[in-house]
Nanobody, 114 residues
Framework: QVQLVESGGGLVQPGGSLRLSCVAS????????MGWYRQATRKQRALVAT???????NYADSVKGRFTISRDGDKRTVYMQMNSLKPEDTAVYYC????????WGQGTQVTVSS
């Protein structure tokens, strides 16, 4: 089993920044792919960014140049720095890890509004 705990969501004005964190515990290795997905109201969950072994990253086109995903030294914590936030970034953000199967965190709300 893998447990994922997210933090860092909140309310921010357009143009502002937030940093999300996700701490993984349990049967997860340092090379397990991890990432962030988001689900806005009445929309399907969609990929935001992923990071895999070796530090390779992948981003949704809508966040390229604004969001940065990273992973700490022991590879069990993943971060996402979100800059220049827009109202359309409003969603519940979920941490994801692949370790035999997909695991999900409980989600953290990000609201971008003036």
């Amino acid at each position: 089993q893998v447990q994922l705990v997210e933090s860092g969501g909140g309310l921010v004005q357009p143009g502002g920044s937030l940093r999300l964190s996700c701490v993984a515990s349990g049967l997860i290795s340092s090379i397990s792919p991890m990432g962030w997905y988001r689900q806005a109201t009445r929309k399907q969950r969609a990929l935001v960014a992923t990071i895999i072994s070796g530090g390779r990253t992948n981003y949704a086109d809508s966040v390229k140049g604004r969001f940065t995903i990273s992973r700490d030294g022991d590879k069990r914590t993943v971060y996402m720095q979100m800059n220049s936030l827009k109202p359309e970034d409003t969603a519940v953000y979920y941490c994801n890890a692949c370790s035999g199967r997909n695991y999900w965190g409980q989600g953290t709300q990000v609201t971008v509004s003036s």
